[in-house]
């Protein structure tokens, strides 16, 4: 069962993700897409990174999430 906080988390991390988004369908699709996003750029088992590689490393989920790329 969901608290208040709970759901207030959920609730504030929704509103940044998917927050100019209107129907929940299209929120679900953004979501989806973005978590593919964040695990493309994972390091493989190997330690090796598949995408975001040579030139293109600059944009993977960890350089455009670190905190000075903030706002």
């Known amino acids: 069962m969901l608290d208040s906080e709970i759901k207030r988390r959920i609730d ?13 369908n299209s ?10 996003y964040k695990f493309m750029d994972a390091e493989e088992l190997d330690g090796q990174r598949s995408f975001f590689t040579n030139e293109f490393a600059q944009y993977g ?5 670190a905190p000075g790329m903030g706002l």
């Open 12 to 24: 504030a991390c929704r509103n940044i993700l998917v927050g100019k988004v209107s129907t929940p």
């Open 27 to 36: 929120q679900v699709e953004q979501t989806i897409i973005a978590l593919i």
């Open 61 to 65: 989920w960890s350089k455009l999430m």
